[in-house]
């Protein structure tokens, strides 16, 4: 998968009805990745309905210095992967 080899992290599977079902997450220090479709909710709405056309979405939560640094670590190595919205606490 392209986020683990640009991140070198691998992504562990899991499963979650709140998620849409299968989906995949990591940790890199205190944040953490999640990586999962963008599943239709049981109103028709897509789970990011502010992003209809994004069938992938990635999350990351986390340190705001840290998530900077993977956010743009993921936009200076690949167009397919960018950050819609982050957590930072």
Request: net charge negative; with cysteine; proline share 2%.
């Amino acid at each position: 998968m392209i986020v683990e080899q640009i991140l070198c992290v691998p992504l562990e599977l899991h499963e979650s009805t709140y998620r849409g079902g299968s989906y995949f997450r990591s940790q890199i220090g205190s944040t953490a990745i999640v990586l999962q479709a963008n599943f239709m909710e049981d109103d028709g709405e897509a789970a990011e309905a502010e992003f209809p056309g994004e069938h992938v979405l990635l999350y990351l939560d986390g340190d705001l210095k840290l998530v900077d640094e993977i956010a743009d670590v993921l936009a200076r190595n690949s167009s397919s992967f960018k950050a819609l919205r982050t957590s930072t606490y």
